[in-house]
C-alpha cells in the first residue's frame, strides 16, 4: 500500500488536471454536507484535508498525514457524535459495505449524512473500466446476506459494482433493511469525459489541461444521457 500510495501523491501534484477534477468533486461534496464534525474515511493520500483543513482525515493503514487510523466497519467515536462522513472511491473497497452502513448510522448523528463518489458502470464506462482499470466489477455477489457469507479481503481489493448494486440495481433490498435508519438525499449520475479522459492516477492523460472547462461544459449538455454515459455516482444518505 505504501508504494501506491507515494505513486499517487507524485501524480498528484505532477497533474494539475486531475487536482483540478478532484476539487471539483470536493466542492460537490461540500455543497451536501451539514453542519458538525466531518470525516474523511478511506483519506489514502489526504487530498481532501487540503480543501478541507477542519475535516478529519482516516485509513486502516497509519500514515503521517492522518489524524486517525481504524476500520470503517468498528469506527472509534462514540454513537451520534459525526455530522458527516466523507467517502471518495472507499465504498467499493469494504469487505461488508451492509455492516458498515450500520456502523456509520451509530456513530451519525440524527441528520448526519454519509456522502461518497464512487464508480457507476453505465452502457459506456463499463467498457472503458475493464479495458483500462485494474479493478474489477463483480455483479453477482448478494452484499444484504453479508451475515451468511464470510467477508475476509485486503483493504486495497475492491469490486467496483458495489455502489450500483446497493443503491441503484437492489435499492429494494437496501430500502428494506435500511427505509427506517436513512434516506437519500441525493442520488446523481456525472462524468462523462473530464475524469476518463484525464487517465486518473492510471494511465495518460489524453488532453491538454485548458480543455478542461470546455469538457466540463460538454458534460453539462450531456447529462441526459448520464444512465448511459456516467462513470461516476455521487450518493448522499442522511440519518433518519
Same mark, same amino acid.
Given at each position: 500500500m505504501q508504494n501506491t500510495l507515494a505513486k499517487h501523491r507524485e501524480i498528484w501534484n505532477k497533474k494539475p488536471v486531475l487536482r483540478e @477534477?478532484? /476539487? &471539483?468533486? +470536493?466542492?460537490?461534496?461540500?455543497?451536501? $454536507?451539514?453542519?458538525?464534525?466531518t470525516v474523511e474515511l478511506g483519506s489514502g493520500t489526504g487530498n481532501f484535508k487540503e480543501f478541507m483543513p477542519q475535516s478529519v482525515s482516516s485509513d486502516i493503514d497509519p500514515q503521517p498525514w492522518l489524524d486517525k487510523v481504524f476500520d470503517a466497519h468498528k469506527m472509534p467515536f462514540r454513537a451520534g457524535t459525526i455530522s458527516n462522513l466523507v467517502m471518495i472511491d472507499v465504498f467499493h473497497h469494504l469487505a461488508d459495505p451492509v455492516k458498515f452502513l450500520h456502523e456509520a448510522h451509530r456513530v451519525l448523528r440524527k441528520g448526519g449524512r454519509i456522502l461518497m463518489i464512487e464508480p457507476y458502470p453505465s452502457f459506456f464506462s463499463i467498457i472503458i473500466y475493464k479495458i483500462f482499470h485494474p479493478e474489477p466489477f463483480f /455483479?453477482? @455477489? &448478494?452484499?444484504f446476506s453479508a451475515p451468511k457469507m464470510k467477508m475476509i479481503k485486503k483493504p486495497w481489493d475492491s469490486n467496483q459494482a458495489i455502489p450500483y448494486l446497493i443503491f441503484f440495481k437492489n435499492v429494494k433490498l437496501f430500502n428494506k433493511q435500511f427505509s427506517k435508519k436513512y434516506i437519500f438525499r441525493r442520488k446523481e449520475l456525472f462524468s462523462f469525459f473530464t475524469y476518463p479522459l484525464s487517465g486518473g492516477f492510471d494511465n495518460?492523460? $489524453? +488532453?491538454p489541461f485548458f480543455l478542461k472547462p470546455f469538457l466540463s461544459k460538454a458534460e453539462e449538455l450531456f447529462k441526459p444521457f448520464s444512465k448511459w454515459l456516467a462513470f461516476r455516482c455521487l450518493v448522499v444518505l442522511e440519518k433518519l
Open positions: @477534477i478532484y /476539487f &471539483d468533486w +470536493y466542492r460537490m461534496l461540500a455543497q451536501n $454536507l451539514v453542519e458538525g464534525k /455483479f453477482n @455477489i &448478494d452484499y495518460k492523460q $489524453l +488532453y
